[in-house]
């Protein structure tokens, strides 16, 4: 058991390592940026968390059609760390932009289209989230978060149009080639930091979930071993 | 399709004679929107220009109530187990329940228009376009609707998980239908109103092929 834990706890620690690295050159080796100055420095891991976070929901996704075609429990255990991970790099993301936003733009939040889709991502993976924390059957539960993965990851395009056509004011997207080359190491460092950081912590939490299922679907306890055990049986029992 | 035919019939018949469910049903949402010019005040200009957006979040909020319903009445007795024993295949009861469905909310939304030409001074002649937004807009949260119902209707905390789970996946039918509502109870100087009806109808089109792919897998297991 300590075997298999070994190699996300080593793509964590790299990941750290990573992020500490590219954060300390993003903060104290590269230049300010001319308009925005030190707000700017954010983006170091703005950005990473956001390519981060689309890349983990995809991840999700992907486990949600190989659990439908497999049935193999495994996919649930990465469906589910993969979506929690997701969850949580999106509702940092949207915080990131918020801290970004109000010395930028003067205010917390803005009705841009990545912006909501962000915003709207966090309530409809969460939402499946909280539909896996209450339904019993570990069976239910995984055919039930895969469809409702699958349902939520078709729609987040259809939302992310809808919500540009209703409103746009966001600049465009950050990559290499609209980034000033100076910014693009400590850029690239934190985008692979952070994705050794939740592989890792993905592969964790997939052992949690395989854990937490065993014991779910272990069969009860025979009269006789909890006669052994050291609960007391006090009557009840047939 | 016969069997589509038949689920489709048995669904409008349980809402029939369930009919003061859906009066309830829309007395909830005649209410809500009753409550939201409350929350605007009695500015007749701001209320008008609202209009459609109260609307659409009354018909929202109203919809979860009667998705929920439909298949709530399938886990007394275990409904559904019997309905799956029959030769039909699932993909048919789907479609069967998510027609009715849109039928019970198209309804419910062309009862409440009234309601809101009264409430918020938002009148109209473009009869027909309007009902073209209704008629898709209600599409589009039924489809995803039913599927969610169907898992949503067998946990423990099924009130709080339907809304949940289907008020951020049906944000694309809230912005286009608020929009072309609006477009048509305000006027349309830039001839917008197309492009949001092709966006009503092409989620509609989506959500209706995957609910019909994946709802075997829900119910079934």
């Known amino acids: ?238 | 399709m016969n069997a589509l035919f038949a689920a489709f019939r048995k669904d409008l018949l349980l809402q029939w004679r369930g009919r003061t469910q859906m009066v309830a049903i829309f007395a909830f949402g005649a209410a809500a929107l009753l409550l939201f010019s409350f929350a605007i005040g009695p500015d007749s200009s701001a209320l008008r220009e609202h209009a459609a957006g109260f609307l659409w979040l009354g018909l929202l909020l109203a919809s979860t109530l009667s998705l929920a319903e439909s298949f709530e009445c399938e886990m007394e007795e275990q409904a559904l187990e019997g309905l799956l024993l029959l030769p039909a295949s699932t993909r048919a009861l789907y479609y069967g329940k998510a027609i009715a469905n849109w039928a019970q909310l198209a309804l419910l939304g062309m009862a409440l228009v009234p309601v809101m030409v009264v409430l918020y001074d938002a009148g109209t002649l473009r009869l027909f376009s309007l009902l073209v937004v209704i008629l898709l807009g209600t599409a589009g949260l039924s489809a995803p609707g039913t599927l969610y119902a169907a898992m949503t209707s067998q946990t423990r905390a099924r009130q709080t998980l339907l809304p949940l789970l289907l008020f951020p996946l049906v944000v694309p039918v809230l912005l286009a239908a608020v929009k072309a509502t609006s477009l048509v109870i305000l006027g349309d100087p830039m001839e917008q109103y197309r492009p949001w009806i092709t966006l009503l109808g092409a989620f509609a089109v989506i959500h209706w092929s995957i609910g019909g792919l994946l709802f075997g897998r829900v119910v079934e297991d």
Request: glycine residues 8%; charged residues 15%; positive net charge.
């Open chain 1, 1 to 238: 058991m300590r075997a298999s834990s070994a190699r996300p706890i080593a793509f964590v620690a790299f990941g750290v390592a990573l992020l500490l690295a590219g954060s300390w050159w993003g903060l104290a080796k590269a230049p300010g940026e001319v308009f925005m100055g030190d707000v700017q420095r954010i983006m170091y891991v703005h950005v990473p968390t956001a390519w981060n976070a689309m890349l983990a929901l995809t991840f999700a996704f992907v486990c949600a059609l190989c659990f439908l075609f497999t049935n193999a429990w495994k996919w649930d255990n990465r469906l589910e760390a993969g979506m929690e991970m997701g969850v949580v790099l999106s509702l940092l993301l949207c915080m990131q932009g918020s801290i970004w936003a109000k010395p930028t733009w003067g205010v917390w939040w803005d009705w841009d289209p990545r912006l909501t889709t962000t915003a709207v991502m966090v309530f409809a993976f969460g939402g499946i989230l909280a539909l896996r924390a209450f339904v019993d059957d570990p069976v239910k539960r995984a055919v039930w978060s895969s469809v409702a993965c699958i349902v939520a990851f078709v729609d987040v395009p259809i939302v992310y149009f809808s919500v540009k056509w209703w409103n746009s004011l966001h600049q465009a997207q950050s990559t290499p080639q609209t980034v000033s080359s100076a910014f693009h190491l400590p850029l690239r460092i934190n985008a692979f930091g952070i994705l050794f950081l939740w592989v890792g912590l993905v592969g964790l939490r997939a052992r949690v979930a395989a854990l937490r299922r065993r014991g779910e679907m272990a069969p009860p306890l025979t009269q006789k071993q909890s006669a052994t055990g050291r609960a007391p049986i006090t009557g009840g029992a047939v």
